[in-house]
């Protein structure tokens, strides 16, 4: 059966309550009793005779063999819930297959044992969907094991699931190194809208807990956590979405892989909201990792205590992001970027606070290099550290304009809070550079064009400048004076965050550029991440943040300086070349009606595919994967 597409909401609603209204008037319910009180013994029997529209209601018991619903669309229950109700997979097919049917529905099951590791065919263990409309809810799928898809595989298919919990799903890699994706979840050319999901405990060669390519991916309120990949994408992996991944109340906690713990996207327009992500590890994206021409939205988030080699809390490479009253704090590069690596990426940011990074290389808070251009306004680093760079670090042609900052307490073994290196640019405007914990406030090696207007660079215990930097004090508006924040701790403390704002006798006060817009009181602008048009905005984000690492274990990182000032040098470790990339070049694989409660829920999904269908249609960008049975 072909996917069904639909082009409007209105195609949507007529379809499934035309279908709907018929299915219910014939409908039959069919009880499954292993103790011999229902109509069968069996669930397979029940499925055998069922059509369109029929319900088997499966009572509590453990139930073996692998089932499949023939292409009907047919509601599958167990009534007593997945607590009692058990699916066993015995033999090389996957638990439970559905193929075709324009509307199942499977709820309240136990699903475990599957293993099609002897199956010719590219199957999931757990559950397989094909060519189907799909209301998952009130599932446990567990242990099961596949080449692909441990526990369900999704191929051009439609499926809402809500309530379902993925723990201890495996996909293996062949013997000549081939598939291992998705160790709970894989999906293909498919589009879900998941929500209370929890992924915990799976592992894959990529994908350790979802791995999806194409299609559509909504997750949300959900916990993806201790998910392991050899490759890509600890939590999640998502190639090739081009029409559209949201995140949104999304926890991605303690995952691990070789790239992108937390999540790696290519190909992918990814939007992350209301998410924290913390405690992931990674040798390249400890957070999340993003390349291959994808793009980001970060909004009303946490990047906390991720690790990695380059880019602790985020990696963009050859992507574009956007930042807003989001928070990088405590992530921990071994090389590069603690918060955050850009190779070759654009990022805008606005509302943010990078806080307690460390780089034991360059690039404390920020490392952005080649092509990078860096926007930022209204934000605050704080007590991050590394050799060159403290806070920023711009390298081999990055430029930066960095506008209303707050830069406090960073430290920096050699190269100053923020270094620029000679074929790299910076512009900061009305920002405050101060007390820096170790190093100077801005360095440069040779001259590198700056343009410095309207800022306060305030250095008491060290200098405000060093290297290739002329001291600005004096000129363009430039001034050096104590701008007396409220509160400023000599560390990262994860539980007791500073108060940046400015004391009533600061430096800082009514000192920004003239000619900009005036604060809400008709003032001059105040320098710094509270003044100018967004500073009331960043006030109110900032003040309603709860300071706290929930991960004391982690901590802020290594915040070791023990490689001394040495020599000022910014070549650092090898950049994004070679394996570091990891450029694959595929990851394609294998991979009726309704009761009357869930029509509603029916015509909702169908018309939402259909509107985004309307705007993004469908492209392929590699061969589709060997179907079962085909």
Not at 59 to 83: A, H, K, M, R
Request: net charge negative; aromatic share 6%; proline share 4%.
């Amino acid at each position: 059966m072909p996917s069904m597409r639909y082009s409007s909401l209105v195609a949507g609603l007529t379809v499934i309550l035309t279908s709907g209204t018929a299915s219910l008037a014939y409908a039959e319910t069919w009880i499954v009793d292993v103790e011999g009180g229902g109509d069968f013994l069996g669930i397979q029997a029940a499925l055998d005779v069922a059509e369109d529209g029929d319900v088997v209601e499966v009572l509590q018991g453990t139930y073996e063999g692998s089932l499949d619903t023939l292409g009907n669309s047919v509601v599958l229950v167990g009534v007593d819930g997945s607590g009692a109700t058990s699916l066993l997979g015995t033999g090389v097919d996957p638990a439970l297959r559905i193929e075709g049917g324009e509307g199942v529905e499977v709820r309240g099951f136990h699903i475990s044992g599957g293993n099609t590791l002897a199956n010719p065919e590219y199957v999931a263990g757990g559950l397989h969907a094909e060519e189907t409309l799909l209301i998952l809810s009130d599932l446990v799928v567990a242990e099961n094991t596949a080449f692909v898809g441990g526990g369900a595989i999704f191929f051009q298919s439609h499926v809402t699931m809500t309530d379902v919990r993925f723990s201890d799903n495996f996909a293996t890699a062949t013997a000549a190194g081939d598939w291992g994706q998705g160790g709970a979840v894989y999906g293909y050319q498919s589009d879900a809208v998941l929500s209370d999901l929890v992924v915990s405990g799976n592992s894959a060669q990529h994908g350790g807990g979802i791995m999806w390519v194409e299609g559509q991916f909504d997750l949300s309120d959900s916990l993806v956590a201790d998910n392991t990949s050899e490759g890509s994408g600890g939590g999640l992996y998502l190639k090739d979405v081009v029409e559209g991944a949201l995140l949104d109340g999304v926890e991605l906690r303690d995952n691990l892989a070789e790239f992108g713990g937390g999540l790696r996207a290519r190909e992918t327009s990814l939007s992350i909201s209301n998410s924290l992500l913390v405690g992931n590890r990674a040798t390249a994206g400890g957070g999340a990792r993003l390349d291959a021409e994808s793009d980001l939205s970060l909004q009303d988030s946490t990047l906390l205590s991720n690790e990695a080699d380059y880019g602790g809390g985020l990696l963009l490479q050859n992507s574009t992001g956007n930042m807003a009253r989001t928070s990088l704090e405590g992530n921990e590069a071994t090389l590069l970027g603690g918060g955050a690596y850009l190779a070759d990426s654009d990022l805008e940011m606005s509302l943010v606070a990078f806080l307690g990074n460390t780089a034991v290389s360059d690039g404390g808070g920020l490392r952005a290099e080649g092509s990078s251009v860096v926007t930022a306004s209204n934000g605050v680093f704080a007590h991050n550290s590394g050799s060159n760079g403290g806070a920023v670090h711009l390298y081999s042609g990055a430029h930066a304009h960095l506008e209303h900052l707050t830069f406090a307490g960073n430290a920096a073994t050699s190269g100053g809070t923020l270094r620029v290196t000679d074929t790299s640019s910076l512009t900061l405007r009305n920002s405050i550079l101060a007390w820096p914990a170790q190093g100077s406030g801005l360095s440069a090696s040779s001259s590198p064009p700056l343009l410095l207007e309207w800022n306060n660079l305030y250095a008491p215990d060290t200098t405000a400048v060093s290297g290739g930097v002329n001291d600005p004090t004096g000129d363009s508006g430039n001034i050096s004076g104590d701008p007396r924040f409220l509160s400023l701790t000599e560390a990262y403390d994860a539980s007791n965050r500073d108060d940046l704002r400015l004391g009533p006798s600061s430096a800082s006060i009514d000192t920004a550029d003239p000619g900009d817009p005036v604060e809400s009181d008709g003032t001059r602008a105040d320098q710094g991440s509270f003044g100018g048009a967004l500073g009331v905005e960043f006030d109110d984000w900032w003040t309603s943040q709860p300071p706290g690492n929930d991960d004391d274990s982690a901590g802020p990182g290594d915040d070791d300086d023990s490689a001394g000032p040495g020599d000022d040098d910014d070549s650092g470790p090898a950049g994004p070349t070679g394996e570091w990339q990891n450029n694959l070049d595929c990851a394609c694989g294998a991979t009726g009606s309704v009761g009357s409660g869930a029509v509603w829920a029916w015509a909702l999904l169908l018309g939402f595919i259909g509107l985004r269908r309307a705007h993004h249609p469908r492209r392929r960008s590699c061969p589709p994967p060997p179907k079962s049975g085909g």
